[in-house]
Every structure is written in structure tokens, then in C-alpha cells.
């Protein structure tokens, strides 16, 4: 028997630096998640989203993304008085050529601020909204997928991250899910505040690496300051033993749980290459197995618990 439960609990997947593993055990997380409660699923890795093809999802949903604004000025209108030259910080107006007969906006350097809209004495100049990503409603075997995609060197990407995780979570309320499970973003900048956001537990995946050590400390201490509840997964823990110790450590030190330690496992790049989760790929390896000891966890802190740690 599926669970219900209200109000909707969340749960978000993180890992202080990039290629630590977290989508492949996110993906495990969710096929054994899908089997006891009824979930929605997040990919709010937004620059780099690839749980939908992991999950093997199908659109069903796309919905433009439009976060900035920039300026432009209809040559019309334009009396060329150099107002808005002279008020913008960010030389982003180019003067009158005698190709060009009025003022430019330059696109690459508009901060979008709108100081030469508020001065213009013709009205000549307004804001247009630019559209920089897409994002999209999907539904796989697991459950259904929110997702998103930002267009290169497009800006906003929190912004993006808040609006897919506030559409999945409308969603898992009208459809009385019990479970939202979000692949955030690695690091520790706005689009991973935006994915933390109202999660009632977050797991970090780590790896025994100088860099991943040092970006584990820094992603704990965001946590810590937004106050979100915190395991510790240990992926590769058999390729640096010495770097598994000082991770455990750390955890002491913080009074924090490391709730598995998963060894390196060739499978997890051939289930990639097949584009299923490990636990379906190779359901009894020593991978999925510990993927779902760190199930049990999450889902004795989140419903037996009420989320403390």
C-alpha cells in the first residue's frame, strides 16, 4: 500500500562540487522511492539537467522561462538627446552612427535596470522580456518529473529553480503526493538556496577527494545556516580511505549521520549508458543496496520523525 501523507514532505539531494555521483544515486533514490510513496519528482540542476533521461521521462508540458529585461528604444521616438548615454552605468547605449540615426541598446552589456526607461523624455524607451529557458511537466514508471532547461549564458538561474520546484509542489498538493524529491544543483550559490528552500531534509553526497572534503565543509555550513536537517552519503568511499576517515570525522563534528557508504561500482556508469537508475540496472549490487539502506533513513526521518535529524 502506497503512503499518503500532508503536509508534502521534501527532500533535496545535493553535493558541494560537481561529479560526486548525485544524479545516478538520485535516480536510485527515486526507484525505490516510487515503490512506498507516492512522490514528485524535481530536477532543479537547471544548468545541467539529465534526471529526465535517466528516468527515461516524456514531456508532456513546456513552458517558456522568461526572467530579465533590457532596454530598447524605438527609433521612432528617439529625439537623440543622450539622456539615457549619459545615465547608464553600464555603457550599454550606443550613440548615433550615420547608419544608426538614433540611440542603441547593446544587448550584451544591458544590465536591465531600466534607468534610461524612468528618463527618457519622449517615453522612447521600454523593457522587453527575455526569454531564457524552458521548463517542462514529464511522466515516467517512477512518477512525474518537473524539469527545466536554461539557455546558454541566460541569467536567473535561482529564479528558474523556484519556479520549477513551486509548479512540482501545486502539483504533488492537488494530487495528494506525500513526497517531493529534489536533484539540486551542485555548490553552494542561489539556484542551491532556491532547490533547499522549504526541505524538510537535505542528503549531500560526497566523495573522498581534497576538493570534494573541502566542498562538502561548505555546503554543511549552508545548510547549517538555513537550519535544513543534513545526512551525508559517501559515493566512492573505497578509492581514498584516508579521505573517507576525515569525511566521517567531519560528520562527528557536526553531529551529523552518515547514512551510507557506497563503493566504486562499474555498473553505475553502464546503468548511465542505459539510461536506468543502478537499483534497476543492477538491483543487487553492492550500490543499490546501500542506496536503499539510505532510503530506510530518509524515510524514517521524514515520516517517523517528522523531519528531525
Known sequence: MLKRANPIKQCVILSGKGGTGKTSICAGLIDISSKHVEGVYVDADVDAANLALVMDAVQQEIHRFTGSKLAFIEPEKCINCGFCYDVCRYHAIKEPTDDQPTHQVIDLLCDGCGACVYGCPTTAIHMEAQEEGEWYYSTSSFGDLFHAELFPAAENTGKLVTMVKQNAKLFAEEHQKSLMLV????????????????????????????????????????????DIPTLICINKSDLYPEGTAQ????????????????????????????AQPITQYSPNSASSRTIEQIWNVIYEKLFHQDGKV
Open 247 to 274: 569525511i566521517k570525522a567531519l560528520a562527528q563534528s557536526e553531529n551529523l549521520e552518515v547514512c551510507g557508504e557506497i563503493p566504486f561500482d562499474d555498473d553505475i556508469p553502464k546503468a548511465m549508458i542505459a
Open 183 to 226: 536533484d539540486g544543483p551542485p555548490g553552494i550559490g542561489c539556484p542551491v538556496i532556491s532547490a533547499s528552500a522549504g526541505a524538510n531534509l537535505a542528503l549531500v553526497v560526497t566523495e573522498p577527494s581534497v576538493a570534494g572534503i573541502h566542498d562538502l565543509n561548505r555546503i554543511l555550513q549552508t545548510l547549517k545556516h538555513f
